[in-house]
């Protein structure tokens, strides 16, 4: 029997989503799991899977054009089956093409592009700045391919990885480093003497960026957060985590950061009004404790969901956050990757960082900020001596829970971190 596929949501506040081509055509047979199509959204390049075996029997939108989430994008089935009651293609909408360029009699502002190029050499369409995909713009950046001469072929002539391939294999010119001048031979008198002049630059924020405005606008202007800040000792945490990671390789070896995920899922199991959300009045205390990740992607920030966070062992911990972080910066995760979280931890400890606070990601009732875990002096039975200490900031919705409970929240974390023995039994 032929099996509709959706577009997938992703995330809480995705609407719709843009598809970018189509992987497998018509005629075309898919197993299940296999690659249908790739689609676009504020975040991130992302591949739908089949979750049908059979033949494509027909694709119900074009490449190139927005559809909503769970409106029916294709129809697998078997070879020659009747798909006359098929659901009827999704209203969708085509990319907006960029708008025409300006007379040349009248006088046109500087735009930004990522490097100048030959005139011949750029598409008509583009007259502002060089749209990309987040992958596009990696591959680009890896092997020094000028953006700003490629003729992009995706929707409203944006540059997709195929683009940058295409450009390879012909030859593109590489981008061209400005000449760095020697500062050493600058006599004092011209430095003391020379004016910098830098014009003002107008750059359109990326999807991405927008994504985050409209989330992060929405949660501190709708929920009232409130903090609270503990102090973790970290020397038996750090002496366990050497001692792991002298039996395994090098990529397997276990971060801090995935001890702190695990720790906080196990606390979560005791305070389930912090793995929660608001619906309405109601408080809906989750049953499955989802530990999001927030990992730097280019041009922003996108949270990664370890499910079922408290069930698993560290090592495995570790490495479905290295591979979801791997595909989160390449721009081609997985619709698993992002979706499903119900609590979330963002660490800026590898920058430096003594303590920070961070923004609830809605619907989610808090998000814990992690700091960096540092050597400093301790006083102990009176005495000075060098100790490990970590300093982390809960964000609670005080709709949803009070300080002493998140008080009581960040002790318990410390029974963990503070004793790590105890996430290995």
């Not at 598409?123 to 700045?129: L, R």
């Amino acid at each position: 029997m032929a099996e509709t596929i959706k577009m997938p949501k992703l995330g809480f506040d995705m609407a719709e989503g843009t598809l970018v081509r189509w992987v497998k055509n018509v005629g075309e047979n898919i197993n299940k799991g296999e690659v249908l199509a790739e689609i676009e959204t504020d975040k991130a390049t992302v591949e739908v899977e089949s979750h049908a075996a059979g033949v494509v029997l027909q694709h119900l939108v074009d490449a190139g054009t927005s559809v909503p989430v769970n409106a029916p994008i294709a129809v697998v089935g078997a070879a020659g089956e009747n798909i006359d009651s098929a659901p009827a293609p999704a209203e969708s909408k085509p990319q907006a093409a960029p708008a025409a360029a300006a007379s040349s009699s009248a006088p046109t502002p500087a735009t930004v592009t990522e490097t100048a190029a030959p005139a011949a050499a750029v598409s008509p369409a583009e007259t502002g700045p060089v749209k990309a995909s987040p992958l596009a713009r990696k591959v680009a950046r890896d092997r020094g391919v000028n953006l700003g001469s490629v003729v992009g072929t995706g929707p409203g002539g944006r540059i997709v990885r195929r683009d940058i391939e295409a450009a390879l294999a012909a030859g593109q010119p590489l981008k061209v480093e400005s000449p760095k001048s020697d500062t050493r031979k600058l006599e004092y008198s011209n430095i003391q003497s020379s004016n910098i002049h830098a014009s003002d630059e107008s750059i359109q924020t990326t999807k991405l960026r927008q994504a985050i405005g409209r989330r992060l606008v929405e949660s501190k202007t709708t929920i009232p957060h409130f903090y609270v800040t503990h102090e973790y000792k970290m020397e038996a945490l750090m002496d366990l985590r050497k001692q792991i990671n002298g039996f395994l390789p090098e990529g397997e070896k276990i971060s801090v950061n995935d001890f702190i995920v695990k720790a906080v899922a196990l606390t979560l199991r005791q305070f389930p009004n912090l793995n929660a959300s608001l619906s309405g009045t109601n408080i809906i205390r989750h049953g499955a404790v989802n530990v999001g990740v927030a990992v730097t992607v280019p041009g922003g920030l996108m949270t990664v969901v370890v499910k079922d966070t408290d069930q698993k062992p560290l090592r495995q911990i570790s490495a479905e956050v290295k591979t979801m972080a791997a595909r989160a910066r390449e721009g081609k995760v997985k619709p698993e990757d992002v979706d499903g979280s119900t609590f979330s931890t963002s660490n800026l400890g590898m920058y430096d960082v003594d303590e920070f606070i961070a923004i609830i990601n809605p619907p989610e009732a808090a998000i814990l900020a992690i700091a960096s875990a540092k050597e400093v002096p301790v006083v102990e039975n009176g005495q000075i001596k060098p100790g490990w200490r970590m300093k982390a900031t809960v964000s609670v919705d005080h709709r949803i829970s009070d300080g002493a409970e998140a008080a009581q929240f960040m002790q318990t974390l410390a029974g963990f971190l503070e004793n790590p023995v105890r996430m290995l039994v």
